[in-house]
């Protein structure tokens, strides 16, 4: 059974370990640093990418979690963990600045400019469907990074080796493809 940890500091927790289970997998709850050992993963879910980091900070979770991911841990920003995740950002200074990616916060607009679509994503599948709210997106991606999903021309979905990043909430679907996906690193 793979152990996948959950950043439980703020935000869409909750629907990812409901879907974390439902795919058999133990989740566990990240709030302190104890709780990243024997992981096979994490998960960075959407929230408030400000209050997050400064949560990080407080919880000091910034510095363990950064040394995770250089050390090869499978990890999954989804919206803000996305930001977490980002080398660069447009306009801000980054945070854990591991992924290999320069993100743009809020360019979907504000929480009402919400909404969903259905992406081709060949790595993963058909017509998923994609919540994107006050979403990122990625400008661009370094040597190596691979772009999985684009909407309206913006990358949304990308992997860089073992960190998985997107702009929108698979966890907000019943499709657990994504999720799925993200799983899959784990060996």
Do not use: W
Request: aromatic share 6%.
């Amino acid at each position: 059974m793979k152990r996948i940890g959950v950043l439980a500091l703020q935000g869409a927790v909750r629907e990812h370990v409901q879907t974390l289970e439902s795919l058999g997998c133990e989740a566990v709850l990240v709030k302190q640093r104890s709780d990243l050992e024997k992981l096979d993963g994490l998960v960075l879910p959407g929230g408030e990418s400000t209050t997050m980091r400064k949560l990080l900070n407080r919880y000091e979770l910034l510095e363990p979690i950064r040394t995770l991911a250089k050390q090869g841990y499978p990890m999954f920003g989804t919206c803000a963990g996305l930001i977490l995740l980002a080398k660069d950002l447009v306009d801000y200074e980054s945070h854990l600045a591991v992924m290999d990616v320069v993100v743009a916060r809020n360019s979907y607009g504000r929480q009402v400019d919400s909404f969903e679509v259905k992406l081709d994503i060949p790595e993963i599948g058909p017509a998923i469907p994609a919540v994107f709210i006050r979403a990122p997106h990625i400008v661009s991606v370094g040597e190596g990074v691979e772009v999985l999903a684009e909407h309206d021309g913006k990358i949304v979905l990308a992997k860089d080796g073992h960190l998985l990043g997107c702009s929108f909430h698979p966890e907000l679907t019943e499709d657990t493809r994504v999720l799925e996906y993200f799983v899959s690193f784990m060996v």
